[in-house]
T-cell receptor
Framework: EPEVTQTPSHQVTQMGQEVILRCVPISNHLYFYWYRQILGQKVEFLVSFYNNEISEKSEIFDDQFSVERPDGSNFTLKIRSTKLEDSAMYFC?????????????FGPGTRLTVL | AQKVTQAQTEISVVEKEDVTLDCVYETRDTTYYLFWYKQPPSGELVFLIRRNSFDEQNEISGRYSWNFQKSTSSFNFTITASQVVDSAVYFCALSEAIKIQGAQKLVFGQGTRLTINP
């Protein structure tokens, strides 16, 4: 069964460094999302992406964040200058629109630790 | 604004007991979708069910069942004859109908940590 994959599974970085989290969505999906989950808390929406542009973003998704679909398969989240409070699990999700399977399928997540 | 409330932070039961996880939501939309996701200790988010707002029929899938009541804005999840493998954090989530193409973000509740003891 096709699934969303994410790399790396765990990233440790120093405060102020740039990180890029990578996701490979399910191949025929058209809508892509990033969410984050601070340890022990709920899952929060960051951004949605469709037709090569951001369709919606939350207040969390400030100028330090950016997303890109550099080729036909990858979907990336970049954090330009990481802060301690960026430490969280980051989930990528993808969705195919319409029909009974129209739901968001999540990747296994990347745990980001900012020191 | 949309909001999902899971008032039960933690539930602990003994194996084979039935357990119900509560979910109450708020939305101004007349068309919306409700979801349940499971997050086992390994951390991934596993999709369990999607229900749209105009389908109030209850659903059963094996030991799992869902009760959607629009009148009380609730979408509760029951596990019958619970098993140790059901131990996980369970999230209820809500998304609006399509207004912005490509959006339909999920709004999650705080989650309920369910522990099934042998």
């Amino acid at each position: 069964e096709p699934e969303v994959t994410q790399t790396p599974s765990h990233q440790v970085t120093q405060m102020g460094q740039e990180v890029i989290l990578r996701c490979v969505p399910i191949s025929n999906h058209l809508y892509f999302y990033w969410y984050r989950q601070i340890l022990g808390q709920k899952v929060e929406f960051l951004v949605s992406f469709y037709n090569n542009e951001i369709s919606e973003k939350s207040e969390i998704f400030d100028d330090q964040f950016s997303v890109e679909r550099p080729d036909g398969s990858n979907f990336t989240l970049k954090i330009r200058s990481t802060k301690l409070e960026d430490s969280a699990m980051y989930f990528c999700a993808s969705r195919i629109a319409g029909g009974p399977t129209d739901t968001q399928y999540f990747g296994p997540g990347t745990r980001l630790t900012v020191l | 604004a949309q909001k999902v409330t899971q008032a039960q932070t933690e539930i602990s039961v003994v194996e084979k007991e039935d357990v119900t996880l509560d979910c109450v939501y708020e939305t101004r939309d007349t068309t919306y979708y409700l979801f349940w996701y499971k997050q086992p200790p390994s951390g991934e988010l596993v999709f369990l069910i999607r229900r749209n707002s105009f389908d109030e029929q209850n659903e059963i899938s094996g030991r799992y069942s869902w009760n959607f009541q629009k009148s009380t804005s609730s979408f509760n999840f029951t596990i019958t004859a619970s098993q140790v493998v059901d131990s996980a954090v369970y999230f209820c989530a809500l998304s609006e109908a399509i207004k912005i193409q490509g959006a339909q973000k999920l709004v999650f509740g705080q989650g309920t940590r369910l522990t099934i003891n042998p």
